[in-house]
C-alpha cells in the first residue's frame, strides 16, 4: 500500500522559531510532492509543492526540502508566527487510473507561541 | 474566486439514517474527490470520480456510495448511518493530467451521527 509516514504529529515552536516537519515515502513512482496548510474549520490548502528533479523550493518563509535518494522531504518554517499554527499535511501524488492521485501524510499540528 | 462548496457545515443524523453530503465546484474541474477526517488518521478517501457517472474506491469506501450525474457536483451517500461514521467530510476536485495544480478542498461537513 501506498504511503507517506509525516512526522512529528504535533509541535510547538517559540515565535521566531523553525518549524520542522518531516516526510518519508516508500514508492519511487511519486512524481509531485505537496505540503498542505489547514487552519481550524477550514479545508486545507495547498502551500507549497516541490517535483522530485528539484532538491529545494523557497516560497517566502517556506521551503521544502527535497531528498531524492533517502525518499525524504521536509517542511521547514522560518521566522515562525502564531498565525502560522495550523495542521501541516505533506501528500505525495502519483498517475493512476484517469489521472493522478494524492496520498497524504497523517498530518502535524502546528502550535507557534508568543 | 475558485470554489468547492459543501453545502453544511454541521450535521446531526441518526443512526440508520441516509444521509447524504453535496458538493459543488465551479472551476470546471474534472476529478472530484471525498475524504474523511479523524484525529490521529489524517485524510482517509473514500470514492473519487475522474468525469461524469465515473466513480472509484477509495480506501475505505465500506459504508458509503457517490453518485456524480453532473460536472460540477458530486455526492456522497451513507447508506444507513452509523456512529462510527461521526467525522469530518472534506470535498476536493482537481483538474485532469498533470498535479501542478493539486486539489482544491471545500472546507468540510461536520457530521455527528447520535
Known amino acids: 500500500q501506498q504511503q507517506v509516514k509525516q512526522s512529528p504529529q504535533s509541535l510547538i515552536v517559540q515565535k521566531g522559531g523553525i518549524s520542522i516537519i518531516n516526510c518519508a515515502y516508500e514508492?519511487?513512482?511519486?512524481?509531485?510532492f505537496p505540503w498542505y496548510q489547514q487552519f481550524p474549520g477550514k479545508g486545507p490548502a495547498l502551500l507549497i509543492a516541490i517535483r522530485p528533479d528539484v532538491s529545494e523550493k523557497k516560497e517566502g518563509r517556506f521551503t521544502i526540502s527535497f531528498n531524492k535518494s533517502a525518499k525524504q522531504f521536509s517542511l521547514h518554517i522560518m521566522d515562525s508566527q502564531p498565525g502560522d499554527s495550523a495542521t501541516y499535511f505533506c501528500a505525495a501524488s502519483s498517475p493512476g487510473a484517469g489521472s493522478y492521485q494524492l496520498t497524504f501524510g497523517k498530518g502535524t499540528k502546528l502550535s507557534v507561541i508568543p | 474566486d475558485v470554489k468547492v462548496t459543501q453545502s453544511s457545515r454541521y450535521l446531526v443524523k441518526r443512526t440508520g439514517e441516509k444521509v447524504f453530503l453535496e458538493c459543488v465546484q465551479d472551476m470546471d474541474h474534472e476529478n472530484m474527490f471525498w475524504y474523511r477526517q479523524d484525529p490521529g488518521l489524517g485524510l482517509r478517501l473514500i470514492y473519487f470520480?475522474?468525469?461524469?457517472?465515473?466513480?472509484e474506491k477509495g480506501d475505505i469506501p465500506e459504508g458509503y456510495s457517490v453518485s456524480r450525474e453532473k460536472k460540477e457536483r458530486f455526492s456522497l451517500i451513507l447508506e444507513s448511518a452509523s456512529t462510527n461514521q461521526t467525522s469530518m467530510y472534506l470535498c476536493?476536485?482537481?483538474?485532469?493530467?498533470?498535479?501542478?495544480?493539486?486539489?482544491?478542498f471545500g472546507s468540510g461537513t461536520r457530521l455527528t451521527v447520535v
Open positions: 476536493a476536485s482537481s483538474p485532469r493530467g498533470t498535479a501542478n495544480y493539486g486539489y482544491t
Open positions: 514508492n519511487t513512482a511519486f512524481d509531485y
Open positions: 470520480s475522474y468525469d461524469v457517472k465515473m466513480k
